[in-house]
């Protein structure tokens, strides 16, 4: 079984500034891949990055980059030049690769970080 | 295009009621998963349905059941309902060998 652990229950920064969340996770597996999810207060999951673990150079979307560290089993998630709109839930969350033909792998989740962007 | 379309809402249920709970996937997709999330928490995996079958299944009882149908809607049911089942219940759409699952904004189910 996947476990996904976010040891930063909240942070806070200054609107404008780079913060840097992090993630590990622990599996057996060897082809995966991981994803930061933002939830804001209207509940609806939002993906913000996805990471293929076959794939050493670190996913970037934007302003948000990842630092994927497979032997460590690390997943962290840098957001630079922060915003308001940022303020949300953020949860790293784990899929193993899918082989069967049909339907897809179940995502595994974190408890998430409060991210709260401070004007 | 609508995205992913859950209802209602909000719901409130008194204890040992049931529950019927809907999903609409975003166009273009098969496959349908529902999530639980406790205040606090992550989403926990209940099930997931691909082509009206029950595919694969979270640490969940038997009193959550579900049923997808041929336009691909899903809907999840809860019976004998515990004050423990109060949560987000969230609906995710994806298709076949896709990893971006999109996400409806939830139904919150509040037992009593």
């Known amino acids: 079984a996947q476990t996904v652990t976010q040891s930063q229950p909240e942070m806070s920064v200054q609107e404008a500034e780079t913060v840097t969340l992090s993630c590990t996770y622990d599996?057996?597996?060897?082809?995966?891949?991981l994803f930061w999810y933002k939830q804001p207060p209207s509940r609806q999951m939002i993906l913000v990055i996805r990471?293929?673990?076959?794939?050493?150079q670190n996913a970037t979307e934007n302003r948000f980059s990842v630092n994927f560290q497979k032997a460590a089993k690390s997943f962290s998630l840098k957001i630079s030049d922060s915003q308001l709109g940022d303020t949300a839930m953020y949860f790293c969350?784990?899929?193993?690769?899918?082989?069967?033909?049909?339907?897809?792998?179940?995502?595994?989740f974190g408890t998430g970080t409060r991210l709260t962007i401070i004007p | 295009d609508a995205g992913v379309t859950q209802s209602p809402t909000h719901l409130i249920k008194t204890r040992g009621q049931q529950v019927t709970l809907r999903c609409s996937p975003k166009?273009?997709?098969?496959?349908v998963s529902w999530y639980q999330q406790a205040l606090g928490q992550g989403p926990q995996f209940i099930f997931q349905?691909?082509?009206?079958?029950?595919?694969q299944r979270g640490n969940f009882p038997d009193r959550f059941s579900g049923h997808q149908f041929p336009n691909y809607s899903s809907e999840l049911n809860v019976n004998a309902l515990l004050l423990g089942d109060s949560a987000l219940y969230l609906c995710?759409?994806?298709?076949?060998?896709?990893?971006?699952?999109?996400f409806g904004q939830g139904t919150r189910l509040t037992v009593v």
């Open positions: 969350a784990f899929m193993k690769h899918f082989y069967k033909d049909f339907g897809n792998e179940k995502l595994t």
């Open positions: 599996t057996s597996e060897n082809n995966y891949y």
């Open positions: 990471q293929e673990a076959y794939k050493q």
């Open positions: 995710a759409s994806s298709s076949v060998r896709n990893t971006e699952a999109f």
């Open positions: 349905y691909y082509e009206e079958e029950e595919r």
């Open positions: 166009s273009g997709h098969d496959t």
